[in-house]
């Protein structure tokens, strides 16, 4: 691990101002994700800014009846709180279905929207990442990519976000509530936060350098049956080969996001119009410009086998 400065921040505009104030600094929280990637070389940030102090980890009803869950709120107490648990049950099993009870405790809600690919490449400092250094090739394509993106990939990139927590963060249509280190404040909408790798995989969000995230945002309840379904390679602690994240009305209607398939959670509001006609239908909505490989072009079928395995469970109501 690289020599770092620290300091704690009094407030987030101060900690987004020390962030911009010194290139290449980061925010630290849990620290779940970053703390791996310093200790691999990954990650070199000169300093680190502590935000752990300024009171982000309250959740609170909005004023249309949502709710508002700040930044540092731990997905532990995101997934086991009783609003949650009853309006967002989609977001609550998305958090249940992600990492160990023990990450849990310590992991923030900014923190898993920010979470940095696992695809094997990028922890490989001896491969060429585009991600990891820009430029320098991708490894993945040709290589072996059975956990890597189907939908949304660039002649540059092929990796796959890994959060469970942002598939149904996208299918709610929550909105992410930043600060700059001016001071000024934004909302971006999630279907707007996530980028895909285009020439430019190393920009994976939508935030300005400094810019901090504070709350995330979730509209009034969408009612409907809330499904969360993860498809992995062993039944626990294993980032999702597919992923649905799903709200379906009485009426067969309803929204859908997938994991675990793009670089981003992959959501189209114009696929949602086939959800009455089953999962094949709305599958070859998603993943009509999908450009798979000879390794993962199963993840094609599965998803279709998935989206009807939650389209029967949301029958049963």
């Not at 680190?48 to 959740?59: C, S």
């Not at 949650?84 to 989609?90: A, E, I, P, Q």
């Not at 409907?224 to 062993?234: A, C, L, M």
Request: with cysteine.
């Amino acid at each position: 691990m690289k020599v770092f400065s620290y300091e704690k921040a009094r407030t987030p505009a101060e900690a987004a101002a020390a962030v911009a104030r010194v290139p290449g600094a980061r925010f630290i929280a849990g620290g779940t994700n970053l703390l791996d990637l310093m200790k691999l070389e990954i990650e070199t940030p000169p300093h680190l800014v502590d935000v752990n102090g300024l009171q982000l980890d309250k959740i609170e009803a909005t004023r249309d009846g949502g709710l508002r869950v700040g930044a540092l709120v731990r997905n532990t107490d995101l997934a086991a709180d009783e609003r949650v648990r009853r309006d967002y049950g989609v977001l609550s099993r998305a958090l249940l279905a992600g990492a160990s009870a023990q990450l849990r405790n310590k992991a923030t809600t900014a923190g898993n929207l920010l979470q940095r690919t696992r695809c094997p490449y990028f922890y490989d400092t001896n491969m060429a990442c585009n991600k990891r250094q820009p430029g320098s090739g991708c490894s993945a394509i040709g290589g072996f990519t059975r956990h890597n993106a189907i939908v949304g990939v660039s002649d540059a990139c092929i990796a796959t976000h890994p959060s469970d927590m942002a598939v149904a963060m996208a299918v709610l249509d929550a909105t992410v509530e930043t600060v700059q280190p001016n001071g000024a404040t934004r909302t971006i909408p999630i279907a707007d936060f996530h980028k895909l790798p285009g020439n430019t995989p190393h920009i994976e969000h939508a935030l300005a350098p400094g810019e901090l995230i504070t709350a995330v945002t979730l509209p009034r309840p969408a009612g409907g049956t809330h499904i969360y379904r993860k498809v992995r390679d062993r039944a626990s602690y294993a980032f999702a080969l597919v992923s649905v994240a799903a709200i379906v009305q009485r009426d067969g209607t309803g929204r859908v996001a997938l994991g675990g398939v793009a670089h981003k959670p992959w959501r189209m509001p114009a696929a949602e119009q086939y959800l009455p006609r089953g999962g094949k239908a709305v599958a070859d909505a998603l993943l009509a410009d999908a450009k798979p490989t000879h390794d993962n072009a199963f993840k094609i079928p599965l998803v279709q086998r998935t989206l009807d395995a939650v389209l029967a469970e949301a029958k049963k109501g």
